[in-house]
C-alpha cells in the first residue's frame, strides 16, 4: 500500500506545496511544531531515511538547504532545525522547523493551529522564495 506521502506525490492527497524538481517535494506540514514547518521527501518511497542511495541522500539535503534558505526569508526565525525521526510515516523524509530555541524542536509539544488560507499564504510565499534562489 503506498505511503500518505506516495499519495500526495500522485496528487490523490491535497497539500501545501512549497518547492518541487524531479526527485524531490517539499510541502507544508499540516500538524506543524512552528509556522513554515516543512516536509521534505524523495519522490522515490524508501521507507528508511539511511536506505537512500548516496545520490538521493545527498540530493535531499542539498534539495532542503534551498527550502531552509526560502522557509528563513519568509517566517521570522533564528534558524531552521533539521529533524529525520522517521517513525511516523514510511517514507524517507526531512522536517525543516523553524526555530528561536533548540525547545522548539520538541515533538511532543503542542502543535500550531492555522487556517486553510494561512497555509495557502504561507505556501505561496515560500514557493516565491524557493523560486528566486533557484534561478
Same mark, same amino acid.
Given at each position: 500500500?503506498?505511503?500518505?506521502?506516495?499519495?500526495?506525490?500522485?496528487?490523490?492527497?491535497?497539500?501545501?506545496?512549497?518547492?518541487? +524538481?524531479?526527485?524531490?517535494?517539499?510541502? /507544508?506540514?499540516?500538524?506543524?511544531? @512552528? *509556522?513554515?514547518?516543512?516536509? $521534505?521527501? &524523495?519522490?522515490?518511497?524508501?521507507?528508511?531515511?539511511?536506505?537512500?542511495?548516496? +545520490?538521493?541522500?545527498?540530493?535531499?539535503? /542539498?534539495?532542503?538547504?534551498?527550502? @531552509? *534558505?526560502?522557509?528563513?526569508? $519568509?517566517? &521570522?526565525?533564528?534558524?531552521?532545525?533539521?529533524?529525520?525521526?522517521?517513525?511516523?510515516?514510511?517514507?524517507?523524509?526531512?522536517? /525543516?522547523?523553524?526555530?528561536?530555541?533548540?525547545?522548539?524542536?520538541?515533538?511532543?509539544? &503542542?502543535?500550531?493551529?492555522?487556517?486553510?488560507?494561512?497555509?495557502?499564504?504561507?505556501?505561496?510565499?515560500?514557493?516565491?522564495?524557493?523560486?528566486?534562489?533557484?534561478?
Amino acid at each position: 500500500m503506498a505511503s500518505i506521502f506516495t499519495r500526495i506525490i500522485k496528487g490523490e492527497i491535497p497539500c501545501y506545496k512549497v518547492a518541487e +524538481s524531479e526527485q524531490f517535494l517539499a510541502f /507544508l506540514d499540516i500538524r506543524p511544531l @512552528a *509556522k513554515g514547518h516543512t516536509l $521534505v521527501i &524523495p519522490k522515490t518511497e524508501i521507507d528508511y531515511f539511511f536506505d537512500l542511495e548516496d +545520490s538521493l541522500l545527498s540530493g535531499i539535503m /542539498l534539495f532542503s538547504k534551498n527550502v @531552509a *534558505k526560502a522557509i528563513q526569508n $519568509v517566517v &521570522p526565525c533564528a534558524r531552521i532545525g533539521v529533524s529525520v525521526v522517521g517513525l511516523e510515516v514510511p517514507h524517507a523524509h526531512v522536517h /525543516l522547523i523553524p526555530i528561536k530555541s533548540v525547545a522548539d524542536m520538541s515533538f511532543t509539544k &503542542p502543535r500550531v493551529e492555522l487556517e486553510p488560507e494561512e497555509f495557502k499564504q504561507l505556501a505561496a510565499s515560500i514557493q516565491s522564495e524557493f523560486a528566486l534562489l533557484s534561478a
